[in-house]
């Protein structure tokens, strides 16, 4: 009775999974009108000269629905250690350029990967490239084909120098491309003379096409990219309103006479997130512009409590320095 109890559980379970994910499914857009090259800085490991991707989105200000797809290198666990010191930094090594690992396609939410580089303080370039709808879903079927065949027999083909995250991300791209002169160029590891005459002869002509940050710039002037988009990580734009800050700040200081004076406490004090909100600095800007003449002083006034506002994360200090505003 039991068994028959457990059984009926996990029927109930199994229904629920599939009902949860047919509705996810069912949310993904049945095609998608874009398509970007995305290129994340450089990471550690593999990622030592960045990561390629693709993105199939529909609007830019949807990217929840956005779908990405990336050619990955998998850890597999090795059978045995090895026996001595030199195998073992020998295995290090080939471990760090992805030797003897699966090579595999994975899709994930567009979403999720451009935070995931974001959150690691990588920044993500997009360069949206100029095919069809039906060069786009057919991408995209080329890709997920490869990725059943992948899932369903491991691949140990990567190649930290000629096949990699960009070189199979690009390989998909030209196979829709139907003019010759329009397809992305790389080292193909598949052109086996040249190739071989790269590596003996250097690989800098090899990294300048096939190592996906060096590659940026080339992606970018690219006749069929239409344009490139950069998603900086919170580190950099939190240094780029700190700037900000700074510049309206001594803008103020101008105005009304005492630039110098707030150029020296601005430097001291807008890095520092608990003074900038504090009480008895707030009062202080206050009291500048209350002192001021200047019929400017308070539209200046206000676009420096409005940095500090935005750099605030507490709710409670928020309202604080709403306080502070003059109308």
């Known amino acids: ?135 786009i879903q057919s991408l995209l079927q080329n890709i997920r084909r490869d ?13 930290f120098l000629d096949r990699n995250c960009l070189t199979e991300s690009l390989r998909q791209v030209n196979r829709v491309i139907e003019d010759r002169s329009l397809k992305f160029k790389f080292s193909d590891s598949e052109s086996i003379f040249l190739n071989a005459f790269i590596k003996v002869t250097g690989s800098v002509l090899l990294y300048g096409r096939n190592a996906p940050y060096v590659a940026a710039p080339a992606l970018a002037k690219h006749p069929l990219t239409l344009s490139v988009h950069t998603l900086a990580p919170a580190i950099v734009q939190n240094a780029k309103v700190l700037v900000e800050l700074q510049n309206r700040t001594q803008e103020f200081g101008r105005i009304c006479g005492r630039q110098k004076e707030l150029f020296e406490v601005g430097l001291r004090v807008n890095m520092q997130p608990k003074i900038r909100a504090s009480k008895g600095y707030l009062n202080y800007l206050k ?26 994360e507490s709710l409670e200090t928020k309202i604080f320095i709403e306080s502070y505003f003059y109308e």
């Not at 209350?290 to 420096?304: E, G, L, M, Q």
Request: hydrophobic residues 40%; aromatic residues 10%; glycine residues 4%.
């Open 147 to 159: 990725k059943r065949k992948r899932d369903s027999k491991e691949h140990q083909d990567y190649d």
């Open 287 to 312: 009291s500048i512009h209350d002192h001021c003449k200047s019929v400017a002083k308070t539209s200046s006034y206000n676009s420096v409590l409005e940095i500090i506002y935005l750099l605030t």
């Open 1 to 135: 009775m039991a068994k028959v109890i457990q059984a009926y559980i996990l029927a109930i379970g199994i229904t629920f999974v599939q009902s949860l994910f047919s509705n996810v499914w069912a949310q993904e857009p049945k095609s998608f009108q874009k398509v970007a090259i995305g290129i994340a800085t450089p990471g550690p490991g593999v990622a030592l000269m960045g990561h390629a991707f693709l993105l199939f989105y529909n609007s830019s200000s949807l990217m929840s629905e956005a779908v990405a797809t990336q050619y990955n290198v998998a850890s597999q666990p090795t059978s045995k250690a090895p026996k001595n010191k030199v195998l073992e930094i020998a295995q290090t090594v080939q471990s760090f350029f992805g030797v003897g690992k699966v090579f595999k396609v994975e899709e994930i939410s567009g979403e999720l990967m451009m935070n995931r580089y974001l959150q690691e303080n990588r920044a993500v370039f997009l360069y949206e490239i100029n095919l069809t709808p039906n060069q």
